[in-house]
Protein backbone atom coordinates (compact mmCIF):
# COMPACT_ATOMS: atom_id res chain seq x y z
CA UNK A 1 0.00 0.00 0.00
CA UNK A 2 1.63 3.24 -1.10
CA UNK A 3 0.10 5.69 1.27
CA UNK A 4 0.29 3.53 3.94
CA UNK A 5 3.72 4.54 5.11
CA UNK A 6 2.44 7.92 7.06
CA UNK A 7 -0.46 5.78 8.87
CA UNK A 8 2.00 4.28 10.90
CA UNK A 9 2.61 7.21 13.17
CA UNK A 10 -0.60 7.71 14.07
CA UNK A 11 -2.37 5.89 16.71
CA UNK A 12 -5.04 2.93 17.16
CA UNK A 13 -3.19 0.23 16.02
CA UNK A 14 -2.31 -3.59 17.79
CA UNK A 15 0.32 -4.72 16.06
CA UNK A 16 2.10 -8.20 14.81
CA UNK A 17 5.74 -7.79 14.48
CA UNK A 18 7.46 -10.19 11.53
CA UNK A 19 11.33 -9.96 10.21
CA UNK A 20 10.97 -6.91 8.19
CA UNK A 21 6.99 -5.37 8.52
CA UNK A 22 4.79 -4.78 11.21
CA UNK A 23 0.95 -5.82 10.70
CA UNK A 24 -0.71 -2.31 11.75
CA UNK A 25 -4.65 -3.80 12.75
CA UNK A 26 -6.38 -1.72 14.64
CA UNK A 27 -10.20 -2.33 15.34
CA UNK A 28 -12.66 0.17 15.47
CA UNK A 29 -14.24 1.80 12.34
CA UNK A 30 -16.72 0.23 9.54
CA UNK A 31 -13.94 -0.21 7.21
CA UNK A 32 -12.02 -3.18 6.84
CA UNK A 33 -8.36 -2.99 6.01
CA UNK A 34 -4.66 -3.86 6.76
CA UNK A 35 -1.73 -1.85 6.63
CA UNK A 36 1.74 -2.50 6.71
CA UNK A 37 4.66 -0.58 7.63
CA UNK A 38 8.82 -1.31 8.30
CA UNK A 39 9.32 -2.06 11.74
CA UNK A 40 9.17 1.73 13.55
CA UNK A 41 10.09 2.08 17.56
CA UNK A 42 8.30 5.02 17.09
CA UNK A 43 5.20 3.32 16.94
CA UNK A 44 3.87 4.25 20.34
CA UNK A 45 0.08 4.69 20.42
CA UNK A 46 -3.04 2.64 21.14
CA UNK A 47 -6.07 3.98 20.45
CA UNK A 48 -7.99 5.09 17.82
CA UNK A 49 -7.82 5.45 13.83
CA UNK A 50 -10.18 4.50 11.02
CA UNK A 51 -9.20 0.80 9.86
CA UNK A 52 -10.81 -2.78 11.27
CA UNK A 53 -9.16 -6.11 11.34
CA UNK A 54 -11.38 -9.05 9.96
CA UNK A 55 -11.45 -11.49 12.27
CA UNK A 56 -12.82 -14.11 9.57
CA UNK A 57 -10.01 -13.56 7.22
CA UNK A 58 -6.95 -12.38 9.01
CA UNK A 59 -4.46 -15.19 9.25
CA UNK A 60 -2.01 -12.86 11.26
CA UNK A 61 -4.62 -11.80 14.46
CA UNK A 62 -3.37 -14.83 16.08
CA UNK A 63 -0.73 -13.06 17.94
CA UNK A 64 0.29 -9.52 18.92
CA UNK A 65 3.95 -9.24 20.35
CA UNK A 66 5.03 -6.15 22.18
CA UNK A 67 5.97 -2.38 21.57
CA UNK A 68 6.58 0.16 23.04
CA UNK A 69 2.66 0.76 23.52
CA UNK A 70 0.27 3.34 25.29
CA UNK A 71 -3.34 4.11 25.84
CA UNK A 72 -6.19 1.93 26.59
CA UNK A 73 -7.20 -1.81 24.91
CA UNK A 74 -10.24 -1.79 23.15
CA UNK A 75 -13.82 -3.56 23.44
CA UNK A 76 -13.20 -4.81 20.02
CA UNK A 77 -10.42 -6.58 20.67
CA UNK A 78 -12.85 -9.64 21.88
CA UNK A 79 -13.34 -9.85 17.73
CA UNK A 80 -9.79 -11.39 17.38
CA UNK A 81 -11.38 -14.98 17.59
CA UNK A 82 -8.63 -16.62 16.69
CA UNK A 83 -5.79 -15.50 18.47
CA UNK A 84 -3.72 -17.72 20.95
CA UNK A 85 -1.19 -15.21 22.39
CA UNK A 86 -1.72 -12.14 23.35
CA UNK A 87 1.34 -10.32 24.35
CA UNK A 88 1.82 -6.39 25.39
CA UNK A 89 4.13 -7.20 28.57
CA UNK A 90 6.06 -4.16 29.82
CA UNK A 91 4.45 -1.41 27.91
CA UNK A 92 2.37 1.68 28.99
CA UNK A 93 -1.29 0.33 28.14
CA UNK A 94 -3.29 1.60 30.86
CA UNK A 95 -7.46 1.61 31.42
CA UNK A 96 -9.07 -1.24 32.45
CA UNK A 97 -9.35 -5.00 31.02
CA UNK A 98 -11.93 -5.40 28.58
CA UNK A 99 -14.37 -7.81 29.28
CA UNK A 100 -14.55 -8.96 25.65
CA UNK A 101 -11.40 -10.45 26.08
CA UNK A 102 -13.40 -13.21 27.20
CA UNK A 103 -14.72 -13.66 23.82
CA UNK A 104 -11.31 -15.23 22.06
CA UNK A 105 -12.28 -18.72 23.27
CA UNK A 106 -8.92 -19.81 21.61
CA UNK A 107 -6.25 -17.54 23.67
CA UNK A 108 -4.03 -19.53 24.82
CA UNK A 109 -1.59 -17.13 27.00
CA UNK A 110 -2.70 -13.76 28.27
CA UNK A 111 0.78 -11.50 28.94
CA UNK A 112 -0.76 -8.35 30.26
CA UNK A 113 1.93 -7.86 33.05
CA UNK A 114 4.17 -4.80 33.23
CA UNK A 115 1.60 -2.34 32.24
CA UNK A 116 -0.88 1.03 33.68
CA UNK A 117 -4.06 -1.22 33.72
CA UNK A 118 -6.65 -0.63 36.35
CA UNK A 119 -9.94 -1.40 37.19
CA UNK A 120 -11.45 -5.35 38.01
CA UNK A 121 -10.94 -8.68 36.91
CA UNK A 122 -13.49 -9.75 34.23
CA UNK A 123 -15.53 -12.47 34.81
CA UNK A 124 -15.31 -13.36 31.74
CA UNK A 125 -12.17 -14.15 31.29
CA UNK A 126 -12.75 -17.29 33.85
CA UNK A 127 -14.33 -18.81 30.80
CA UNK A 128 -11.77 -19.04 28.59
CA UNK A 129 -11.63 -23.01 28.03
CA UNK A 130 -7.97 -22.98 26.45
CA UNK A 131 -6.12 -20.33 28.66
CA UNK A 132 -2.70 -21.62 30.11
CA UNK A 133 -1.06 -18.64 31.35
CA UNK A 134 -2.30 -15.51 32.70
CA UNK A 135 -0.24 -13.05 33.60
CA UNK A 136 -1.46 -9.60 34.28
CA UNK A 137 0.88 -8.74 37.22
CA UNK A 138 2.95 -5.62 37.36
CA UNK A 139 -0.29 -3.70 36.95
CA UNK A 140 -2.70 -1.82 38.97
CA UNK A 141 -5.41 -4.38 39.50
CA UNK A 142 -7.90 -3.97 42.30
CA UNK A 143 -11.22 -5.51 43.49
CA UNK A 144 -11.72 -9.08 44.15
CA UNK A 145 -10.48 -12.60 42.13
CA UNK A 146 -13.25 -13.32 39.75
CA UNK A 147 -14.76 -16.86 41.08
CA UNK A 148 -15.47 -17.97 37.62
CA UNK A 149 -11.60 -18.34 37.46
CA UNK A 150 -12.25 -21.53 38.88
CA UNK A 151 -13.63 -23.10 35.25
CA UNK A 152 -9.94 -22.24 33.89
CA UNK A 153 -8.93 -25.71 34.02
CA UNK A 154 -6.26 -25.93 31.61
CA UNK A 155 -4.47 -22.73 33.44
CA UNK A 156 -0.71 -23.99 34.84
CA UNK A 157 0.33 -20.07 35.73
CA UNK A 158 -1.66 -17.80 37.41
CA UNK A 159 0.23 -14.78 37.88
CA UNK A 160 -1.52 -11.53 40.14
CA UNK A 161 1.32 -10.39 42.46
CA UNK A 162 1.99 -6.31 42.46
CA UNK A 163 -1.19 -5.28 42.32
CA UNK A 164 -3.57 -3.99 44.48
CA UNK A 165 -6.36 -7.00 44.68
CA UNK A 166 -8.35 -7.09 47.46
CA UNK A 167 -10.80 -9.60 49.64
CA UNK A 168 -10.40 -13.76 49.85
CA UNK A 169 -8.46 -16.09 47.94
CA UNK A 170 -11.58 -18.02 46.06
CA UNK A 171 -11.48 -21.99 47.68
CA UNK A 172 -12.78 -22.58 43.79
CA UNK A 173 -9.67 -22.04 42.55
CA UNK A 174 -8.88 -25.54 44.25
CA UNK A 175 -10.44 -26.97 41.03
CA UNK A 176 -7.54 -25.80 39.08
CA UNK A 177 -6.42 -29.65 38.06
CA UNK A 178 -3.25 -28.38 36.53
CA UNK A 179 -2.42 -25.24 38.38
CA UNK A 180 1.75 -25.03 39.50
CA UNK A 181 1.83 -21.32 40.16
CA UNK A 182 -0.23 -19.22 42.07
CA UNK A 183 1.40 -15.88 42.87
CA UNK A 184 -0.27 -13.50 44.74
CA UNK A 185 2.31 -11.32 46.93
CA UNK A 186 2.14 -7.02 47.21
CA UNK A 187 -1.72 -7.11 47.29
CA UNK A 188 -4.24 -6.23 49.79
CA UNK A 189 -5.72 -9.23 50.13
CA UNK A 190 -6.84 -10.97 53.43
CA UNK A 191 -8.57 -13.92 55.22
CA UNK A 192 -6.66 -17.17 54.98
CA UNK A 193 -5.25 -19.73 52.33
CA UNK A 194 -8.38 -22.20 51.80
CA UNK A 195 -7.15 -25.37 53.04
CA UNK A 196 -8.92 -26.94 49.61
CA UNK A 197 -5.77 -25.92 47.69
CA UNK A 198 -3.90 -28.71 49.47
CA UNK A 199 -5.46 -30.74 47.21
CA UNK A 200 -3.23 -29.21 44.04
CA UNK A 201 -0.17 -31.70 43.70
CA UNK A 202 2.40 -29.38 42.13
CA UNK A 203 0.95 -26.36 43.58
CA UNK A 204 3.57 -23.35 44.46
CA UNK A 205 1.93 -20.43 46.43
CA UNK A 206 3.23 -17.01 47.01
CA UNK A 207 1.31 -14.86 48.87
CA UNK A 208 0.86 -12.06 51.65
CA UNK A 209 1.18 -11.74 55.18
CA UNK A 210 -2.16 -10.66 55.39
CA UNK A 211 -3.09 -13.88 54.08
CA UNK A 212 -2.92 -16.43 57.02
CA UNK A 213 -1.18 -19.77 56.52
CA UNK A 214 -3.16 -22.82 57.77
CA UNK A 215 -0.43 -25.25 58.51
CA UNK A 216 -2.31 -27.85 59.98
CA UNK A 217 -4.24 -28.65 55.78
CA UNK A 218 -2.18 -26.55 53.64
CA UNK A 219 1.58 -26.63 54.72
CA UNK A 220 1.92 -30.69 54.10
CA UNK A 221 3.58 -32.45 51.24
CA UNK A 222 1.46 -31.92 49.12
CA UNK A 223 2.37 -28.04 48.57
CA UNK A 224 5.92 -28.00 46.77
CA UNK A 225 6.14 -24.87 48.11
CA UNK A 226 4.25 -22.06 49.92
CA UNK A 227 5.92 -18.49 50.84
CA UNK A 228 4.38 -15.68 52.14
CA UNK A 229 6.28 -12.71 51.78
CA UNK A 230 7.93 -10.21 53.66
CA UNK A 231 7.28 -6.76 53.66
Not at 192 to 218: C, D, H, M
Request: aromatic content about 6%.
Amino acid sequence: MANSRPLCKRTGFFFEERVNSVQLISIRSTVTSMVTCPVNRELTQLSDTGYKVNPDTAPWERQLLQLNLSGTLAPEIGQLSKMQIMDFMWNSISGSIPKEVGNITSLELLLLNGNHLSGSLPEEIGFLPNLNRIQIDQNQISGPIPKSFAYLNKTKHFHMNNNSLSGQIPPELSRLPSLVHLLLDNNNLSGYLPPELSNLPKLLIIANPGVTRVLQTVANEAVLGMYLEQG
